[in-house]
């Protein structure tokens, strides 16, 4: 028997509807149109210019190309979040640059602008300053003012449309911008990327080396749509069986996508980098266009966690303010046994609530390769990885009352205040 899975971490903002009008538009041959339509929509969204605007085949193969774009050298150094994704990391590695994590802070699990002030050494050139969940890194102009010759690139993979506490809108302070588009990431094309190029003194080299990539191979492509719509299509809250049934089978016909092994154990995959299939670019339209009713709703949806879960002294308060979630942050404070925090996540998977797990690891997910890290170095990442959970943020499988009300009695049978 299969037991609900209540909880879905895919297609945050596309409906199953405008799924199926996506696919129709790749039939009917509008890619190519469509690509342009969404360029246009993402230069108006962030105030740039369409050059401004590139498309990868995923957000690490743009953090990837912008660093070889720059010409640095193996001394020269990257200075990461020790709370990161493997695949960002071993962007950095691919790109033949030598890495520096800098540690967390547990209230809103990206740097300080102070720890990264002095993370900063001599063979220091580049700087990659996350936004993790969506909750924005501040100060970030402070950061280039004080370092004008370093490259600033913000990580924006975990969010699109949260505001900074200067009213900037995450992805236009720094000097670049990623934003992820997977099947888990606020928007979705199954999988891709954004890169944005706010400084105009990177934009000659970088477009350059962008107008030379190809096309990940239609199978490629086919394989992305097809698992996307086995998220998308047959997930179900009441009942699990459909959509397991269409990854197996996918799985099974070699159809079903996944990042490939090589790449979790540090070696480059095939097809990196490339730009994103305007087959792809056609499922960013519909969410593009209902963006503000898309976020407003995500606030909505983080509000109503938050009022429900601050009624735990013992689960860490974030302050969310102008933000737009991807996952809603369950930090269990250091009052709760790491023991009792494993036992809450089995109890609750065994009743369908099968918490998310970003990230579970300083580099995650837990056992891939860790560049350049060494245990210890960021105990903060560390603490925050060993005692966190999620809850989805998604517009179209929503958490009611009823079910925090369970998950609050979870919390409460194991103890929690």
């Not at 994704?85 to 520096?100: D, E, P, Q, R, S």
């Not at 990659?128 to 970030?140: A, E, K």
């Not at 890169?195 to 962008?210: C, G, Q, S, T, V």
Request: charged share 20%; hydrophobic share 40%; glycine share 8%.
């Amino acid at each position: 028997m299969f037991t609900p899975q209540r909880f879905s971490f895919a297609n945050n903002s596309l409906s199953k509807r405008d799924y199926i009008r996506s696919v129709m538009d790749i039939i009917l041959g509008k890619s190519r149109s469509n690509q342009k339509k969404v360029t246009r929509l993402l230069g108006d969204y962030f105030d740039l210019t369409q050059e401004q605007v590139f498309l990868f085949g995923a957000a690490r193969m743009s953090v990837y190309s912008l660093l070889k774009s720059l010409g640095l050298k193996p001394t020269d150094e990257v200075i990461v979040a020790g709370y990161t994704c493997v695949v960002l990391t071993n962007a950095v590695k691919f790109a033949g640059c030598a890495i520096k994590y800098v540690d967390i802070e547990t209230h809103n699990f990206n740097p300080s602008i102070d720890s990264l002030l002095q993370g900063i050494g001599p063979d220091t050139k580049v700087i990659i300053v996350p936004h993790n969940f969506g909750l924005p890194t501040n100060d970030i102009s402070r950061l280039k003012a004080e370092n004008p010759r370093l490259v600033i690139i913000e990580d924006v993979a975990h969010s699109f449309g949260s505001i900074t506490s200067s009213g900037k809108r995450c992805g236009t302070v720094g000097d670049a911008a990623f934003f992820s588009l997977e099947y888990s990431k606020p928007i979705t094309s199954g999988l891709g990327g954004i890169m944005l190029i706010n400084n105009p003194d990177l934009l000659e080299a970088f477009k350059k080396d962008y107008s030379q990539l190809g096309y990940a191979g239609s199978a490629m492509t086919w394989k992305i749509i097809l698992t996307l719509g086995a998220l998308n299509l047959w997930y179900f809250k009441s009942i699990s069986f459909f959509q397991s049934a269409a990854i197996r089978l996918l799985s099974i016909l070699g159809l079903r996508y996944a990042t490939s092994k090589k790449e979790i154990e540090g070696e480059m995959p095939d097809n990196y980098p490339v730009k994103l299939s305007p087959k792809l670019v056609c499922f960013l339209l519909p969410q593009l266009k209902q963006l503000e009713k898309i976020n407003a709703e995500k606030k909505a949806i983080a509000g109503f966690y938050k009022s429900e879960l601050d009624k735990f002294e013992d689960i860490e308060s974030i302050e969310i303010n102008d933000t737009v979630l991807i996952r809603y942050p369950i930090l269990f404070k250091p009052s709760v046994s790491l023991e009792t925090v494993n036992a809450i996540k089995r109890e609750a998977a065994k009743r369908g609530y099968v918490f998310g797990e970003w990230f579970n690891d300083v580099v995650h997910p837990r056992g891939s390769y860790r560049y350049g890290y060494r245990s210890g170095d960021c105990p903060n990442g560390e603490f925050v990885a060993a005692r966190i959970a999620n809850l989805p943020v998604n517009v179209n499988n929503k958490i009611g009352y009823a079910e925090m009300k369970e998950i609050g009695e979870i919390f409460k049978s194991h103890g929690l205040k």
